[in-house]
Nanobody
Framework: QVQLVESGGGLVQSGESRRLSCVMS????????IGWFRQAPGKGREVVLC????????YYEDSVKDRFTISRDNAKNTVYLQMNNLKPEDTAVYYC?????????WGQGTQVTVSS
């Protein structure tokens, strides 16, 4: 059974950086495409970044372009979300997701709160 566990959330000041981690168990990460999503209070879940299984291409949501970076360490079965220059509007619960045309899996989410 695939499980994803996110960590690294917390309270940060506007302009600061934060790195989120998502560790996969139950399978090998390099078989999967990966996405980070977020859900702000009162809003739906939205995709933030995605990376293909072979890391050939990456999708960025416009508001995080040049600020957020997704990376993967297949040896550690871990995917990272590096968030720089955080803004109050980045406040949300962040989720990692893996998929590949079949079943998809979600982590439990980690809260990021950015104060102004």
């Amino acid at each position: 059974q695939v499980q994803l566990v996110e960590s690294g959330g917390g309270l940060v000041q506007s302009g600061e950086s934060r790195r989120l981690s998502c560790v996969m168990s139950g399978d090998t990460l390099d078989y999967w495409a990966i996405g980070w999503f977020r859900q702000a209070p009162g809003k739906g879940r939205e995709v933030v970044l995605c990376i293909t299984r072979g890391s050939e291409s990456t999708y960025y949501e416009d508001s995080v372009k040049d600020r957020f970076t997704i990376s993967r360490d297949n040896a550690k079965n871990t995917v990272y979300l590096q968030m720089n220059n955080l803004k109050p509007e980045d406040t949300a619960v962040y989720y990692c997701n893996v998929g590949g045309g079949g079943p998809t899996y979600w982590g439990q989410g980690t809260q990021v709160t950015v104060s102004s």
